[in-house]
T-cell receptor, first 114, second 112 residues
């Protein structure tokens, strides 16, 4: 069964450093998403991406965040200057159509900011 | 806006017990409804879904029926196993922005 692949599975970074979280969505999917889950809290929507542009973003997704699909297969989330409160599990997801029979999530990247 | 409210946990059960996790939603449109499961140390996996009223989603012995009149999508399993220990998330996706809104998650522990 097709999978969404995320790398790395765990990343530790110092506060103020830039991090890039990588995702390879399912190859024929068109809609891409990032969600995050702070430990013990609800899964929260960050951003959706379609046709090479952001289609929607939450208030969490401020100027420190950016997304890119640089080569037609990868989908990246960049945090420019990490803060302690960015520590969370970040999930990438993709879906094939907007009628949304469910997304396929990756297994997540646990980001720890120290 | 859209929101999902699900039964707070944690829930602890014995093997072969009946499990039900309540989920109700508020949506501006006509959403699709989902249950996701997160096993210890793993990511989110789609457990089941329903896209219209009275649809029943089912998978791995779990079932949930889309009840528009009560805006509910309760998850049930007749006989749980230790391997069902996980966090269960109810979620919806509307047909306006298509993003998922999640409930807070319910931690279920099944003891042998």
């Amino acid at each position: 069964e097709p999978e969404v692949t995320q790398t790395p599975s765990h990343q530790v970074t110092q506060m103020g450093q830039e991090v890039i979280l990588r995702c390879v969505p399912i190859s024929n999917h068109l809609y891409f998403y990032w969600y995050r889950q702070i430990l013990g809290q609800k899964v929260e929507f960050l951003v959706s991406f379609y046709n090479n542009e952001i289609s929607e973003k939450s208030e969490i997704f401020d100027d420190q965040f950016s997304v890119e699909r640089p080569d037609g297969s990868n989908f990246t989330l960049k945090i420019r200057s990490t803060k302690l409160e960015d520590s969370a599990m970040y999930f990438c997801a993709s879906s094939g159509d907007r009628e949304s029979y469910g997304y396929t999530f990756g297994s997540g990247t646990r980001l720890t900011v120290v | 806006g859209n929101s999902v409210t699900q039964m707070e946990g944690p829930v602890t059960l014995s093997e072969e017990a009946f499990l039900t996790i309540n989920c109700t939603y508020t949506a501006t449109g006509y959403p699709s409804l989902f249950w996701y499961v997160q096993y210890p140390g793993e990511g989110l996996q789609l457990l089941l879904k329903a896209t219209k009223a009275d649809d029943k989603g089912s998978n791995k012995g779990f079932e949930a029926t889309y009840r528009k009149e009560t805006t509910s999508f309760h998850l049930e399993k007749g006989s749980v196993q230790v391997s069902d220990s996980a966090v269960y998330f109810c979620a919806l996706s509307d047909r306006v922005d298509y993003k998922l809104s999640f409930g807070a998650g319910t931690t279920v522990t099944v003891r042998a």
